[in-house]
């Protein structure tokens, strides 16, 4: 991405191991992010550009001398931060502060939409998965590079459980992961946030409920009506705007959590007696340590038991990515699949 609105296909250097915990994958599967549209809007133009993508599943097909859990032709999950899974907060499962890891596509790490990817502590960053390079189930493992992940840790940090009712704000595919994920932690009733019918019509058919299409007031108006005029106990918001936290704070009940995944695109928000304290509010939520939960979400994935892949409705080569970028932009597609 060389700016805002700018994306182009080049050829660049292939990766090589530099480091003997490292691995190259060659990738099978990438995606473009709804995070990804950001920089689409905003990147200042940059000389050189930067590689863009942290979503990938693929084959090893390099190991450094120090990798002891993989080995060529292993298929694999990546999570969308790499880390070196023995640090203080690697072992409390807080993977995305891992005291030596980082992010795909910074520094010297190559980005995710491309055919191969150097891996960083390849035995702490990436897990195995028992399926082949033509399996059906590949984008539905690829959603547990980022989507499934960041939508299941919305849930599991509001604490869902048996018999909650759940808001979900937000119709994009983390709002429908965020949907399976309070139906998959026992939620009774879980209330759809968002305005696209076919993105709606899907998180029904992962449990939501009710669908809420107004916003602000209006649709904060409809949650309460909803709920007896009491307000949700776990309300995700995956959405990111100031807009969607005042709408949370507005359905949420007394001694309810919120709980944001959405890249908070703020600083500034009420938290004072009116706002949080006063009713018992929780603030919860940040980047998923979705390699904390890749183990956990695989096996219903290779049941077939849920199917979040569902979530991409576009596939495209590498070469479309510049297309890819402009589709989810102009919401003609929720998420685009790319196949290097
Ligand atoms: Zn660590």
Redesign the pocket.
Known sequence: MYGAGDVRIENVADPVLQLPTDAIVRIVRSCICGSDLHPYHSMPDTPGGAQMGHEFIGVVEEIGNDVATLKKGDFVVAPFAW?????V??QEGL?TS????GFWAAGDIGGAQAEAIRVPFAD?TLVKAPVSEDSELLPSLLTLADVFGTGYHAAKQARVTPGDIVTVIGDGAVGLMAVLSAKRLGAERIILMGRHQARTDLGIEFGATDVVAQRGEEGVNAVRELTGGHGAHKVLEAVGYREAYNQALGVVRPGGVISRVGVPQYEDAPIGFGSLFGPNITLTGGPAPVRAYIEELMPDVLSGTINPGKVFDSVISLDEVPAGYAAMDNRSALKVLVTP
């Open positions: 880390s070196d899974g023995t640090c907060f690697c993977q891992c005291e030596h890891g702490g």
